[in-house]
Nanobody, 123 residues
Framework: QVQLVESGGGLVQPGGSLRLSCAAS????????MGWFRQAPGKEREFVAV????????QYADSVKGRFTISRDNAKNTVYLRMNSLKPEDTAVYYC????????????????WGQGTQVTVSS
């Protein structure tokens, strides 16, 4: 069992930056692939970024590539999402998710989810 708690969301102006954190419980965190997904009002949940167990492999949605960076610290049981050059279209609830073994971009593959943290990009 893995429990996930996100933090770091908030209101930011266009062009600004935020860093989201996702703290995981459990001693097997390092064996899980981790992902960030987001859901805007009236839209389906969408893939943002994923990272493998070691942090050596990452994948990003085209819409965030070059602006967002996913990373993890297995000693702290935490995964991060650094978001730069934020745009109004990045406004959404951001969710952290975990699954055993290899990362995928399909939200339905993930077994564990956090409660989400709101990110609002507006002037």
């Amino acid at each position: 069992q893995v429990q996930l708690v996100e933090s770091g969301g908030g209101l930011v102006q266009p062009g600004g930056s935020l860093r989201l954190s996702c703290a995981a419980s459990g001693r097997t965190f390092s064996s899980y692939a981790m992902g960030w997904f987001r859901q805007a009002p009236g839209k389906e949940r969408e893939f943002v970024a994923v990272i493998n167990w070691s942090g050596g492999s990452t994948q990003y949605a085209d819409s965030v590539k070059g602006r967002f960076t996913i990373s993890r610290d297995n000693a702290k049981n935490t995964v991060y999402l650094r978001m730069n050059s934020l745009k109004p279209e990045d406004t959404a609830v951001y969710y952290c998710a975990a699954k055993p073994w290899l990362p995928t971009t399909r939200s339905s593959d993930y077994n564990y989810w956090g409660q989400g943290t709101q990110v609002t990009v507006s002037s």
